[in-house]
Structure formats: structure tokens, C-alpha cells
């Protein structure tokens, strides 16, 4: 019977230690996904900002080149 209750206290410890992991896991697959969703906002953002500086470099490039009208024309 002490063999029995020792399997059985085993078999407890093993089942917490699982939900604990199941947990664990859980929050961290939660972290990496909110991580890839800022990284891909900011890849987005790099790539706006890059598309902004080359039209600024451009223009400056060409300065003999007619303003635009402002936008309230």
C-alpha cells in the first residue's frame, strides 16, 4: 500500500509540474507574439521612414526644380 501511495504522490507532483509548464509556456507563446507584432510595426515603420528620406533626399537633390503648390491650393 506504501508503494501504492507513493506512486500515486509521484503521479500528483508530476501533474502539477505539468500544469505549471502548461502555463509557462502559454505566457511565454504570449510574449514572442506580442514581440513579433511590435517588430513587425516597426519593420513597417523603418520602411516608411526610409521611403520618406529618399523623396527628402531626392528633393534636395533637385533644387531647381518647381515647388509643389501647398496643399490648400
Not at 520602411?47 to 526644380?65: F, K, S, V
Amino acid at each position: 500500500m506504501a508503494e501504492t501511495d507513493a506512486l500515486a504522490g509521484r503521479i500528483d507532483a508530476l501533474e502539477i509540474r505539468l500544469a505549471y509548464q502548461d502555463e509557462t509556456i502559454e505566457d511565454l507563446n504570449k510574449a514572442v507574439t506580442d514581440q513579433w507584432k511590435q517588430i513587425d510595426l516597426l519593420t513597417r515603420k523603418i520602411a516608411q521612414l526610409t521611403d520618406q528620406l529618399r523623396e527628402t533626399t531626392e528633393q534636395i537633390g533637385r533644387p531647381n526644380q518647381p515647388e509643389p503648390p501647398p496643399p490648400h491650393y
